[in-house]
């Protein structure tokens, strides 16, 4: 930002760069989002769109079904390399799942307004990329039906979970994550709800609806109550965002294998986090907006604002891949210098290049304003920054599980059909949710809307 | 317009705005109403103040829950490492606390979330299918555009014409009984 700017919360760039529509009202709001459910007529494009996102994810089904039958053999992974494609995906799926909380609970604390429109989306894609981050450690222990085993539970057989183990933090902070962000997006939903069943005509949704809403009334008293659990819960959220994926760091910083075993893990797998959740946030924002027509809700600020924060976070994750060049070569550790040199001439060297370019090189377009305004080019960088976060971490697992610390260790990869189909039929299964989300729910919350409203007419006062 | 006191509820009166709300919650507090309560499509700034709502339990009971979560959570964890299932690793403490941790931290986050979650709706007596208020027809609008007020018959002040007129000094429009079944 050149320095005769004025400020970015001065009125003079609100009204430039809405974070509103103009001439909405309590009523106008309330009418465009709930049609969306209520009225309007399921286009063709949604049923095209969910047809070929549910036949995706029929794939994935098919794929776990073989894999239960066969076992963990149908994959790529064998011994060196044990994790492969599950922890992979595993660890960018409940990245892209770090987006959502963050916008609902830090943007919320930090009384940043324009976070109104994106939340209930980003709350429930978190969600969805959660429930995908689930299933491939799930899959992966090799015998799903015995999971739970991970929980705490008294058995018979007087076994306990090893506390002192990074995978069982792991479970704990992944279903506390999930769990809390189920009940965030659902308290933030009640209101809704509520609109919903008062505005439905048929009697089945006003029944679903209404049991859903739980008799809501918007009294003054409960509203009261409300807004303390909300606040709470944004500020519970917030430690836990950063939590998440710092646990999901130690299963690598906590080994002592080559190129994991480092402190800057957590900080620099939280910005990734974080990085590659606005990315996906701005790849269902913009098709969203345009298919429904929310251009007045979800405006030009939003995304221009999503931008610089995967601007900000991308440089922080660039940090984080010079400061592991760096402390490789400084501590002079000859398996820490040897694996930096395998990421740049090894077998794998043109991941790590394709990796630099998508999530350092090409999101520096960024810096231009033109950029950040034009909605293609958005998309197509919320894209690349998904594919640079993916392939962070498959050179993170790959490159230091294939070159260990002696030769006799060294191994190969290479991901089997399975370990695509399974991989590919998450994101068909993410995308079906997705597609069910925007017709059965409110994507964007109209209570909140109508609280936009009213403080926006005020300041026009 | 002659109903008993028992039948019915209170009676409400609607507005179009915020700002008349909050004015006319005012006045019929100032009246010396002590039983009333008010209806929004969303959290109106000032409205908690104006009937006079106190500090709530909620933050109370997350705190509760919190420490539950946070305590329960790490002496179980001790319990398991130095007495249910001991593991000697090399010689190193059964209590190594510093491993439990992230646990602690997640159950205390998950102990405080339930709490504030639940204790929020238990608290405001949720699920709750059917209320007195939902029998207005003109209620639909208070989860859209309109603001309510209902001035409820369990205030010992009650009296059906006066809260009507006093609902009209405020400008209230629609205003109507609200039947107790």
């Given at each position: 930002?050149?320095?005769?700017?004025?400020?970015?919360?001065?009125?003079?760039?609100?009204?430039?760069?809405?974070?509103?529509?103009?001439?909405?009202?309590y009523?106008?709001?309330?009418?465009?989002?709930?049609?969306?459910?209520?009225?309007?007529?399921?286009?063709?494009?949604?049923?095209?769109?969910?047809?070929?996102?549910?036949?995706?994810?029929?794939?994935?089904?098919?794929?776990?079904?073989?894999?239960?039958?066969k076992?963990?053999?149908i994959?790529?992974?064998?011994?060196?390399?044990?994790w492969?494609?599950?922890?992979?995906?595993?660890?960018?799926?409940?990245?892209?799942?770090?987006a959502?909380?963050?916008?609902?609970a830090?943007?919320?604390?930090?009384?940043?307004?324009?976070?109104?429109?994106?939340?209930r989306?980003?709350?429930?894609m978190?969600?969805?990329?959660v429930?995908?981050?689930?299933?491939?450690?799930?899959?992966?222990?090799?015998?799903?039906?015995?999971?739970?085993?991970?929980?705490?539970?008294?058995?018979?057989?007087?076994?306990?979970?090893?506390?002192?183990?990074?995978?069982?933090?792991d479970?704990?902070?992944?279903?506390t994550?999930?769990?809390?962000?189920?009940?965030?997006?659902?308290?933030?939903?009640?209101?809704?709800?509520?609109?919903?069943?008062?505005?439905?005509?048929?009697?089945?949704?006003?029944?679903?609806?209404?049991?859903?809403?739980?008799?809501?009334?918007?009294?003054a008293?409960?509203?009261?109550?409300?807004?303390?659990?909300?606040?709470?819960?944004?500020?519970?959220?917030?430690?836990?965002?950063?939590?998440?994926?710092?646990v999901?760091?130690?299963?690598?910083?906590?080994?002592?294998?080559?190129?994991?075993h480092?402190?800057?893990f957590?900080?620099?797998?939280?910005a990734?986090?974080?990085?590659?959740?606005?990315?996906?946030?701005?790849?269902?924002?913009i098709?969203?907006?345009?298919?429904?027509?929310?251009?007045?809700?979800?405006?030009?600020?939003?995304?221009?604002?999503?931008?610089?924060?995967?601007?900000?976070?991308?440089?922080?994750?660039?940090?984080?891949y010079?400061i592991?060049?760096?402390m490789?070569?400084?501590?002079?550790?000859?398996f820490?210098?040897?694996?930096?040199?395998?990421?740049?001439?090894?077998?794998?060297?043109?991941?790590y290049?394709?990796?630099?370019?998508?999530?350092?090189l090409?999101?520096?377009?960024?810096?231009?304003?033109?950029?950040?305004?034009?909605?293609?080019?958005?998309?197509?960088?919320?894209?690349?920054?998904?594919i640079?976060m993916?392939?962070?971490?498959?050179?993170?697992?790959?490159?230091?599980?294939?070159?260990?610390?002696?030769?006799?260790?060294?191994?190969?990869?290479s991901?089997?059909?399975?370990?695509?189909?399974?991989?590919i039929?998450?994101?068909?299964?993410?995308?079906?949710?997705?597609?069910?989300?925007?017709?059965?729910?409110?994507?964007?919350?109209?209570?909140?809307m109508?609280?936009?409203?009213?403080?926006?007419?005020?300041?026009?006062? | 317009?002659?109903?008993?006191?028992?039948?019915?509820?209170?009676?409400?009166?609607?507005?179009?705005?915020?700002?008349?709300?909050?004015?006319?919650?005012?006045?019929?507090?100032?009246?010396?109403y002590?039983r009333?309560?008010?209806?929004?499509?969303f959290?109106?700034?000032?409205?908690?103040?104006?009937?006079?709502l106190?500090?709530?339990?909620?933050?109370?009971?997350?705190?509760?829950?919190?420490?539950?979560?946070?305590?329960?959570?790490?002496?179980?964890?001790?319990?398991?490492?130095?007495?249910?299932?001991?593991?000697?690793?090399?010689?190193?403490?059964?209590?190594?606390?510093?491993?439990?941790?992230?646990?602690?931290?997640?159950?205390?986050?998950?102990?405080?979330?339930?709490?504030?979650?639940?204790?929020?709706?238990?608290?405001?007596?949720?699920?709750?299918?059917?209320?007195?208020?939902?029998?207005?027809?003109?209620?639909?609008?208070?989860?859209?555009?309109?603001?309510?007020?209902?001035?409820?018959?369990?205030?010992?002040?009650?009296?059906?014409?006066?809260?009507?007129?006093?609902?009209?000094?405020?400008?209230a429009?629609?205003?109507?009984?609200?039947s107790?079944?």
């Open positions: 930002m050149s320095a005769g700017q004025p400020p970015m919360d001065s009125p003079e760039i609100r009204r430039l760069t809405p974070v509103i529509g103009p001439g909405h009202t009523g106008s709001v309330t009418d465009k989002i709930s049609a969306i459910v209520l009225t309007r007529p399921t286009s063709l494009g949604w049923y095209i769109g969910f047809l070929i996102a549910f036949s995706v994810m029929g794939m994935m089904t098919v794929a776990i079904g073989w894999l239960i039958i076992g963990t053999g994959w790529g992974i064998n011994i060196p390399i044990g492969g494609f599950a922890i992979v995906n595993f660890v960018w799926w409940i990245g892209i799942g770090h959502g909380t963050l916008i609902s830090i943007l919320f604390l930090l009384n940043q307004k324009w976070r109104t429109s994106i939340n989306f980003a709350e429930a978190t969600l969805f990329a429930a995908c981050a689930g299933i491939f450690p799930l899959i992966h222990t090799g015998r799903p039906w015995m999971a739970f085993y991970m929980f705490p539970y008294p058995s018979t057989m007087g076994l306990w979970p090893q506390f002192r183990s990074p995978l069982i933090w479970v704990f902070a992944v279903s994550y999930g769990t809390v962000s189920l009940m965030f997006w659902f308290v933030g939903l009640i209101p809704d709800l509520a609109t919903l069943r008062d505005r439905s005509v048929k009697k089945p949704m006003k029944i679903i609806y209404g049991m859903l809403s739980m008799g809501w009334r918007g009294s008293r409960h509203w009261h109550r409300y807004q303390s659990a909300y606040l709470l819960l944004a500020g519970l959220a917030t430690p836990l965002v950063l939590s998440v994926h710092t999901v760091s130690f299963d690598f910083a906590i080994a002592i294998v080559p190129g994991w480092t402190t800057i957590p900080p620099y797998f939280v990734g986090a974080i990085y590659s959740g606005f990315a996906m946030v701005l790849t269902i924002a098709p969203l907006r345009k298919a429904y027509g929310l251009e007045d809700f979800i405006t030009m600020r939003h995304l221009d604002n999503m931008a610089k924060v995967m601007l900000a976070t991308g440089l922080i994750v660039a940090y984080g010079f592991e060049f760096f490789a070569s400084y501590s002079g550790n000859k820490d210098v040897f694996l930096v040199q395998q990421r740049l001439h090894g077998p794998y060297a043109p991941f290049f394709a990796l630099i370019l998508c999530n350092i090409i999101p520096q377009l960024l810096w231009s304003f033109k950029m950040r305004h034009n909605v293609v080019v958005l998309f197509l960088m919320s894209i690349v920054v998904n640079g993916w392939l962070e971490r498959f050179v993170i697992v790959v490159i230091s599980l294939t070159r260990d610390f002696v030769p006799s260790a060294w191994g190969r990869y991901p089997t059909f399975w370990d695509w189909a399974t991989f039929g998450t994101m068909g299964m993410f995308v079906t949710l997705i597609f069910l989300f925007v017709r059965v729910l409110p994507a964007i919350s109209i209570a909140e109508r609280e936009l409203v009213a403080e926006t007419s005020e300041d026009e006062k | 317009m002659h109903l008993h006191r028992s039948h019915i509820y209170g009676v409400m009166g609607e507005f179009g705005d915020p700002a008349e709300l909050i004015h006319a919650v005012e006045k019929i507090r100032a009246a010396g002590r009333v309560n008010a209806y929004s499509p959290p109106v700034e000032g409205l908690s103040e104006a009937l006079g106190k500090r709530n339990m909620v933050s109370t009971i997350c705190l509760l829950g919190g420490l539950a979560g946070g305590i329960g959570g790490f002496l179980f964890q001790y319990w398991v490492a130095t007495s249910a299932y001991p593991l000697n690793i090399g010689g190193r403490p059964l209590n190594s606390w510093p491993a439990f941790i992230p646990v602690t931290f997640e159950l205390t986050i998950l102990g405080a979330s339930l709490a504030a979650v639940l204790g929020m709706l238990a608290l405001n007596k949720l699920p709750q299918p059917h209320h007195p208020v939902f029998n207005v027809p003109r209620f639909t609008h208070a989860s859209s555009d309109r603001f309510f007020v209902c001035i409820e018959s369990k205030d010992p002040k009650f009296h059906l014409e006066e809260c009507a007129r006093l609902l009209q000094e405020v400008h429009h629609h205003i109507t009984e609200v107790d079944d």
